[in-house]
C-alpha cells in the first residue's frame, strides 16, 4: 500500500492553523531563549529509526496471542508496511531483518523495493533462540555456548549466514541477541558458558567484512530463568573487550533488572566508544516490549541526554549508534504504536537537544544539584511536539501520523488486502 | 503406564541399607530431641499435592517451546501420567483440570480411570486469558472485566460451565485466574474494571454449589504489563469479601513483586480465615514456574512455618487448603520435574513440622532474635530426607523417586507408546 | 524572616514579559482546545501542600549527614520556614508537626505565629521508631506490637498525647507510620503482631475526636528488614476497615516494593472510601525520599489523574484528602528542594486538569489503548508552567520561586541569622 | 575479656554424647558415599573470616539506633571482642580495621595484643563517605570522584595514610568502599566522575606496597540515591582493569539490584582472575546487612559452588580471597549475630565441598538439569552442622558458639567491666 503525496498535504492543511499557532509560540519562546530553531529543526528532521520486520504483527505472551488483521505475510509486504511508516513520519527509514523469519529470495528485488520507500536495510538480526523445522540440532540447551561442538557450528554458521543475507542488501551490522542461558543452579558451568559461546563468537567475528559491526545484547533472563551467558552490560562489555574493534554493545530498554539506571550504563559504554547500538521500547515490570515512552518517558530523555552528551563531547571516541525499535504489539494497532513509539523517541531527542549545556556544565561543576535539575527538567517540560510537526510538514510528512493513519482507515485497507486472518512472522 | 508394584519393591530392595542406616541415625537423633517420629511419618505419609492437568507437557516461553517426547495425548493420558507420579511417589494423590484443555467426555469412565489409580479431582480451572477457536467473542481487551457486556457474560458461562464438570468429577473447587489487566495508563478505569470484574464474580459464585469453594488467585503482571485487575493479595481479599465465605484466596509463589515477604501475606489471610490454596513454584525474577525449591528453599520453608503454625493455633479458623503445583518444565523431563517439586515440598513441611514451637514462642515473647532464628534454621538444617523416604517405604513407593523413574527407563517407555512427537495440551 | 511584599514585586516584574508571552500562547491554545483556563487557574491557586517540620533541615542516611547551615532552631523557626514558602509560591499553606521534635510551649502562640503567615496545621505525626532520652521503655523490639503491655500502653500514651497538641493547635488528623516489625525469620508472629498493634490502634482511635481522622501509613522494610506489620496497602486496608470509619490509609510513594503500580492502589483505596492523604516524595530504589518529581514525574501525573478521577467521579465517596510532601533533604538546600517539590506536584496536578475525560471515557469504553496514551499523553505533554507562573503572579507570589529564593540570598540571611552550626531537629 | 579454655572444655563436655552420636553418623554415611571425612575436616578448620572492628557495636538506620551495652569503646577493646569470638569458635581469626574509628596509636602494642589472640590484621578499610570533625574539605559532594581537586587530594591523602596504618600492622589489602555518587538526573556528569575516580585511584595505586592489593568495591546505591560512580561489578572490573594487576573486585552481598545473580557475578570476575574478596552479609531488600545466611542460605551455597570451583579448577588463575563479615547488628547482641554468620558461612562452604563436582561436571556436560540440581541439592541438604562442630572441637573451641556465649553469660561480664552506654565507634 502507497500513500498518496496528495493525502497528506490535505491532511497537513486541514491541521495547519492550529499547529501554525502553537509552532510559531514555541519558536519564539525558543528563540528568545537563544536557541537556534532551524537547526534544531535539522536535526530532528535527520533523526530516523529503524523499524523491525517482527514488529509489524500482534505480538503475544507465552499465555497466548490475539492476532489482528492485514498483518504482512511476506518480507515484501513487511518492507511496504515500513514504507508505509516512513511515507507518514519521514522518521523511519530503515528496516531491520530477521533470520529466518525475513528470509530474502531476490536480492535485488527487495533492494529496489526498499529503495523505492527510501529505505535503508539496518542491522540483521539473527535467531538461535527457537528451533525452525528441519534442523539438525536443537537449541533447547543452547546454541553458541553448547555444550556440543555440532550445536555450536550449526548456530556459527546460522550467523554467517545471516551476514551474508546482510551484505546482500546492504546492511552493516549483524545484531546478536543470545537466549542462552539456564534455569536452574547447578545446570551449567558458568564460566565454560562464557568461554564457549566467545570461541564461537570468534568464528562469527571472523566472517564480518571490514566495514561490519557485531552488536552484542545483553539481557538478565527470559526465555531462561536463572542465568544468561551475556545478562548484562559487564559481561556484552567483557565479550567486545575479548573479540575486537567490530564488537560494540546494544543497549534493549527492557533488558535490566528493577531499578537499573540505565542512563549511567549508556555513559559507561560510551566512554568506552563501545556502544553500538539501541533497542527502543518501554516496560514497567521486565522485557515488557511496550510502546516507547508509554510507562517512563522520563528516562527516556534521561538516556538521550546521556546519548547526546557522549556523541557530541569530543572525549568520547564512539562509532554512529544504531537506531531501532524493538516492541511486541499485543493490543495495539502494530503500526499505530510504532508511530507512537518514533514520535516518543524522537520527543525525548528533541527535548535533550534543548539541555543548555553549558549551564549545566557550570552546575555541574559547582556542585549545584538543584540549578542541574531546573536545567534539565526546564528541556524536558518543553513542549516540543510542534517541532516534530514543522520538521514533518517540511518533510511532506503527516502532521500527525495516528490521526491521518485513522482517518485514511489505513489498518482498513491493509485488510481489506490482506485478509482479516493475515499473521506476519515473529514472536 | 501401569507400574508393577514388583518393580517398586525392587528397586526400594536395592536402596534399602543405605536408607536404613540414614534413617536409623536421623530417628534416633529426633527422638532424643523429644520428636514423635511415627507421628511425624503419618503426617508426611498423609500429605498430598495436586498435579495440574497442563504441567505433564513441556512448557515453553513467548520465545518458542522445545517440546520433549511422549507427551500425554488426551485427558485420560494426563490422568494415566498423574497415576504414575502417585504410583512412584504416593503423595500425588489429586489432578487439577483446566477447561477447556481437559475437557471430560465420558465423566463416569474418567472418573474410574482416575478411582483406579487412587486420584481425586482437586481444583477445576477456568480459562478465560485465550481464545479458543470459533469463540464468539474474543478476550483480547478482558475477559469478566470487559466493558462489554457480552464478553464477560460469555466468561460467566464459561466459569460456570467449569463449575459443571467440576460437579460431576466430583471437585469442589473452581480456580480462577483472571489475566485481565491493561498493558498502558490510561487504557482503562481501574475501578470500573474491578467492579464489572466482581459483578461477574458475582454471578459464577452464585453457581457454586454449597460444598464449593472459589479460588480468588492474584497476578501483578503478565500477559499485561501495566496492571491487573488482581494485582495482589489485597485485591484478592476484597474480592473474597465482598463475594462472600465461599470465596477464597490463592497464593501462587511466582505471583509477586520483587522482595515480597510472601511468608507474612499468607499468615494475612490465614488470619482474615481467608486462604483457599496455594500454587506452588520458584522463581528467581517474576513468574518463571521453576521446579518448586529449585531457587529459594528457605522462603518455602519459611511459608510452612506459617502453614502449619496457622492450621495448628486454634486461634485460626480457616478452611482445608488446596495444595497444588503450577509449574512450567520448558527444559527438564516434565515428569521427573514434578518429582522433584513434590519432594520439595514434602522437605519444607516436614522440616516445618520439627521447629520447636513452644521454644519458639518462648523466643519470640522474650524478642531473641537469635534464639528465634536458632530454633527455625535448626528444622530447616535438618536433613529430613530419610523420613520421606521411610514414608514412601512404608506406603509401597519408591525409595527414591527420581532414580527409579529413570532406572525404570519410564519416558522411553512413554515415547515408545506415545511417540517422540506427542504433544500435550497447555501452554 | 519576613519577605517584603516589594520584593516579590520587583521580582516578577522582571521576569513579566517572558512570562507574559508564554502564559498568552498557552491559555490561547488550551482556550482553542476547549479548556477554561480561568477555572484551572481557580484550582491551580487552590491547590495546597503541607511541609513537615522535619523537611526543614538537612536529612542524612546511616552513613552520615552532611549539615547545611541556617536550618531552624526551634518550632517557632520552623513555622517561620514555612512562611516563607508560602510567602514566596502561595501553595505551601500548611505545617505537618512531628512529636516530640516539635513540642509546642505555648500553643496560642504558636496559632498566632502560624496565623500571621496564613497557615495551617496539618496532620500531626506520632514518633515511636525512636527512644526518647529518659523514656522509660525502649521501642528497640517494637512499640505498638510490642510483645510488653508496658511498651505498647507507652506507645499509646504517646500518640493520644499527640492528638491533644494536634487539638490544640487545629489539626484534624493523626498520622500514624508504624516502624514496628522484624529483621529476621521467625522473630515475631506475624498474627500476634497484627492483633496487638490492632489492640492498641483501637486505643489511641478511641481518643480521636469526633472531627478527626487516623490516618495509617504503610511500608514494606526499612527500619525493619524482613518485615513490617503495616507492609502494604493490603494490610493498612485491614487496619482500616476494623478501626472504622476514621481510619484511612496514607500513601508515601516511596513506601512500595519495585514495580508496583501505585496509581492502581490509589484507585483502590478510593474505591473503598478510604484514601486519607499523600506523602509526596520520589525514588528510584526504595524510600528514597528525593525531591518530588526528579525520578518519576509521569509516575506522579498518572497518581494525579487517578486522584481527580476519584474525587471528582459521583461514585466515590471519599473523605477530603490530606497532602503533604515528605523527603530528606541530603544534598539540596531544604527550601530550594521544598519549591521544586510543590512545584512538581502542582505541575502534575494542572497537567491531570488537562486530560480529556469524556474522550479518555470513550476510549476505554472502546477498548481503544492507542488513543486513550494519545489523550493521556497530550495533557502530560502539555507545558503547563506558565498556568502555575500566572497562578502565583495573581496571588502576589514569586513568579520564579526558586529564582526568587536564590536572587533574594535567602540561605545567605538564614545563616547570618541563625548562624552556619544551626541544625533542625529531624533524621 | 579472655575466655579460660577450661570453660570451653566444660562446656563442650556437657554437649559431647550428643555431638559425637551426630557426628559419627554423618561421618560414616558421607564416607559410604566416598567423602574424605578427615579431609574435609581439615579444610572446614582452615576456613576463617575476619571480623570487621565495626561490627561489634550495635548498628542503625537513620531513623535510630538502639544501643546494646557493653560495646568495646576503644580498638584494644574490639580487638578483644574478635580475640573473644577467635576463641569461641577458632574461625574468625583475622580483624579488618576502619580509618578513622579505629587509628592505632601504639602499633606494636597493637600488633602484640592481636597476636595474643592469635589474630591477624585483614584488609584495611579508609572512609571518604563522613565528615570528620575539623576536617578541611567536605565530602558532601564526593571525594576521590570530586570536582574540586583539593576535595580529591585530601581523600587521596586519606587512602594513602590508611595503607600507612596497614603496613604497620601487617594488613595486605586496603579496601575502597566509594560512596560517591549523585542523588538527581543531572547533578553530575557520569563520564567525568568516573574518570576523576580512576585519576584519584591511580595516586592511591601508585602508593600500596607490592605486595599489597587495592579491593574495589561496588554498590548500586545508598547513601546515594541515582547513582554511584562504582555502581556494579562491571563498574568495578573497569576501574580494575584500568589499574593494574594489584587492583580487585570486591562483592558485598547486599550491594546488588533485586534478583540479581550474584553467583554468576562471582565466577565472571574470578573468570578474569579479579576476585579480591567477600563482604558477607545477608538481605531481603536492599543492603539489609543482615545476619549471613538469615534470609538467602541456598544463594550462599550456590556462591561458595561458585568459589570452590573457580578457586581449585587450573583454568582460574585468581589470588587468594579476603573473606570478611560486613554486617550491621540493629536487634541482635553484636557478637551472637557474629558466631551465628561465621557458622552459617561456614555451613555454606562445607556444603559446597561435598558437592560431587564429577558427576555434575557429567551432568553439565549432557545438559542433564534434573540430575545436576540433584547433586547439588544433595550436598545442600546434607546437615554438615556435625562436621563444622567436629572440627572446633579439634580445635578446643565451642562446640556450640552461641550456647556457650549465653551460657557463660558474656554480655552480661562485658557490661559489668564496660558499662551499659558503652558505644563503639561506626554507623
Redesign the interface.
Known sequence: MRIDKHLLEQHSEKHLP?HQ??FK??S??LS?EGHDVEAILDRVAAFQVAIPSWALGT??????R?AGGGEPRSLEEKIEDVGLLHTINQSSGAISLHIPWDVPQDYKAIRQLAASFELKFDAVNSNT???QPDQEQ?????SLSH?NKSVRDQAIAHNVEVIRHGVELGSKALTVWL?DG???????????M??RTLDSLRQVYAELPDDWQVLIEYK????H???TVI?????S??FCQKLGKKALGLVDLGHH?????I??IV??F???GKLGGFHFND????D????V??????QLF?IF??LI??MT?P??KNPELSWMIDA?H????PL??LL?SVEAIK?AYTQALLIDRKA??K?????D??Q??????NA????V?PLLAQARLQASAALNP?SFFREMKIREELIRQRGAKAFATG?
Open positions: 492550529s499557532k502553537k509560540a514555541l519564539s519562546i528568545d505480538g503475544g505472551t507465552r499465555f497466548g490475539f533462540f527457537q528451533d536443537s537449541y533447547k540447551s543452547g555444550t537466549s539456564t534455569d536452574f543452579p547447578g545446570q551449567q558451568n558458568f564460566r565454560r562464557f568461554e538478565p533472563y527470559e526465555p530463568f536463572y542465568s545478562a548484562d552490560w559487564g559481561s562489555l567483557l533488572l528493577p531499578n537499573t539506571n542512563e549511567q555513559s559507561r560510551l566512554m568506552e516496560s514497567k515490570y521486565g515488557d516490549d511496550l510502546t515512552g508509554s510507562i517512563k518517558p522520563y534521561l541526554n546521556e552528551e557522549g563531547s572525549e568520547v511486541s499485543n493490543i495495539k494497532d499505530e504504536d507512537q520527543i549545566l556544565e552546575a555541574q561543576e559547582e556542585n544539584a538543584t542541574a535539575q531546573e536545567i534539565i527538567q524536558f517540560r518543553t513542549d511536539r495516528v514472536l
